[in-house]
């Protein structure tokens, strides 16, 4: 069953180069289940740069984190609105449209 | 016994109809031998063909990279996931310890969901980043063994192999493969200085049987065809032990020589040098047949169709009369000649349209495609042994390079192997060149020992039948 969250905060909580870097690997591979370092590897970072990020991202609702009494993983919360802004992040259009927000509406 | 095939054509073969269902299976190989593919081919052919979901984790691969490289070879994962019969989870080592240990564990509620039945672990190599030492290893691959057997999964590791030097690879025994409930090897080797071969080969299975060896095998559209060495306990398949059948070569003067004909199910060597009429033989041998209504398959590895036709043209040997059995003539570039493949074809070819002969032309573009005098010798056994069992009489056309004097055709690697030796040869005597044939060996019967002087020309080669020999005048 998908929850429910709302599209608007998820796609605000986008803004940092990083931050959509991060979705948009998990829109290639939304099944991945990681923690900060095996994520960070994956995007050529070391997890204690993607790990704040991520911890937004979950707070955002973009994210799934487990393990409170472990290290924390991350996966993709399966929602409407989450597979919404899966599909904005896959596609060129919707990266740029994105990125020149991030930028302040400059093209 | 039940078993978990692999999907894989020839794989299940070597395997005798698959793995044992809850195995551990470490597959292991060089890079580019093949092991992401197997793996992923037997969790795509698990879902498509036996109705067994299965989980992918990939410890360094994106999805997409799965996805896409899967596509190249036919396989549509995406639309597999899209039905909830796949998942492809990149993950790290310790996450995947961490949520498969125990039953709440994300990965283990994941193959509940799904009902997966088969895992691929790609590549079980990183878990050495969770360790500090070789003993640390060992435990880590030990639980993960463990993890996977308690799980009811039938599950591929795959594990990279690293040359060591002055190691020969075959000499690596890893704590792995002792671990592993089956350990396949895979390696892509190098053939000459521009080709490499792939060969799998079955180091253990507990608890089942398996045709042992190194097994050529090939990926290309559609996966990875795997063609099994002869397995000797085929032969008992044979139900044709009755008395010797003799076939008519159809060449005059040679079944003389052969106190009746060919051995049917025998494989005879035509040797001879270049020019000699082998390739007539072969096409007299299959006319012969067809005329008698048995259907026959000429494979050369060195003519074009368009120049062989010309070649049976020129030597006003009909194949294809009305009323006869149908002989198909197959061509293959001899630089893409892979052995394994023309003997599945042939034996292919034995089931379908029941051929009861078959030339191939040449063995100098099997041996020169391995490139290797035990592989070759390997080969030419499958192919006597395979072609026996299905009853098909056949002529290997080729011969060694260099003279062909009886006493060192005899001496040739394959000499021992095949059933018969026919040899042509050119004999200096009285001032001129003659062409002499001699049957230097007919496995179980009886032959002649004369090297008689043979003339080609309509019709195809025709052995002198009086008893003269080439030396005579």
């Not at chain 2, 030339?359 to 390997?378: C, H, K, M, P, Y």
């Amino acid at each position: 069953m998908s929850e429910r969250c709302d599209e608007d905060p998820l796609v605000g909580a986008i803004d940092s180069p990083l931050k959509l870097e991060i979705v948009t690997y998990f829109a290639g591979s939304p099944a991945a289940i990681d923690c900060a370092d095996g994520i960070g590897m994956r995007l050529g970072y070391t997890g204690s740069v993607v790990g704040p990020l991520l911890e937004e991202l979950a707070i955002a609702g973009v994210l799934r984190r487990s393990g409170a009494d472990r290290v924390p993983i991350f996966r993709l919360r399966d929602c409407v609105a989450v597979r919404s802004l899966l599909d904005l992040v896959s596609s060129r259009e919707g990266r740029s449209a994105m990125a020149s927000r991030m930028r302040g509406g400059r093209e | 016994m039940n078993r978990v095939p692999t999907g894989i054509a020839g794989l299940d073969r070597i395997l005798l109809g698959g793995f044992v269902p809850g195995s551990a299976v470490l597959v292991d190989g060089t890079p580019g031998s093949g092991k992401t593919n197997l793996g992923l081919q037997f969790v795509h052919c698990g879902a498509t063909m036996y109705g067994e979901p299965g989980l992918v984790i990939t410890f360094e691969e994106f999805s997409h990279q799965v996805i896409r490289d899967a596509l190249a070879l036919g396989w549509d994962l995406q639309a597999l996931i899209g039905q909830r019969v796949l998942r492809i989870v990149p993950t790290s080592p310790a996450v995947f310890q961490q949520e498969m240990a125990g039953a709440d564990g994300l990965i283990s509620e994941m193959i509940r969901e799904m009902g997966a039945k088969r895992i691929l672990i790609d590549s079980v190599s990183h878990f050495a980043r969770l360790c500090a030492s070789e003993t640390e290893r060992r435990e880590v691959f030990n639980a993960l063994v463990n993890m996977l057997r308690r799980s009811g999964l039938t599950s591929l590791l795959t594990r990279e192999v690293h040359f060591r030097p002055g190691l020969g690879r075959d000499e690596e025994v890893s704590f792995e493969q002792y671990a592993a409930d089956a350990a396949l090897r895979l390696s892509y080797e190098p053939v000459d200085e521009t080709r490499r071969a792939r060969y799998v080969e079955v180091v253990k299975a507990r608890g089942q049987g398996f045709i042992p060896g190194k097994h050529l095998f090939d990926i290309a559209e559609g996966g990875l065809t795997v063609f099994p060495n002869f397995d000797p306990g085929e032969l008992t398949d044979r139900t044709e032990c009755g008395a010797i059948e003799r076939l008519s070569t159809g060449v005059p003067g040679l079944d003389d020589m052969l106190e009746g004909g060919l051995v049917r199910g025998f494989t005879t060597l035509v040797a001879g040098p270049a020019g000699g009429g082998k390739t007539a033989i072969g096409m007299q041998f299959l006319a012969e047949g067809a005329r008698r209504g048995e259907a026959g398959l000429f494979v050369s590895l060195r003519s074009s169709s368009e120049k062989l036709r010309r070649q049976i043209a020129a030597l006003e040997v009909e194949l294809n009369q009305p009323g006869a059995a149908p002989v198909r003539i197959a061509c293959e570039h001899p630089a893409m000649v892979n052995p394994y493949r023309v003997l599945e074809s042939v034996i292919a070819d034995a089931g379908e349209r029941n051929v009861r002969r078959v030339v191939l032309d040449s063995t100098g573009e099997i041996e020169q495609a391995f490139n290797d005098a035990a592989r070759f010798q390997q080969w030419v056994f499958d192919f006597v042994n395979r072609l026996y069992v299905k009853g098909v009489t056949a002529l290997l056309l080729g011969g060694p390079v260099g003279s062909f004097e009886p006493t060192e055709l005899a001496s040739t690697a394959i000499a021992g192997i095949v059933d018969g030796i026919i040899g042509l040869c050119n004999v200096h005597a009285r001032g001129e060149i003659r062409q002499g044939l001699y049957v230097l060996k007919s496995r179980g019967a009886g032959h002649s020992t004369d090297v008689r002087p043979y003339t080609i020309s309509a019709g195809g080669l025709r052995v002198v039948t009086r008893r003269v020999s080439v030396y005579d005048e």
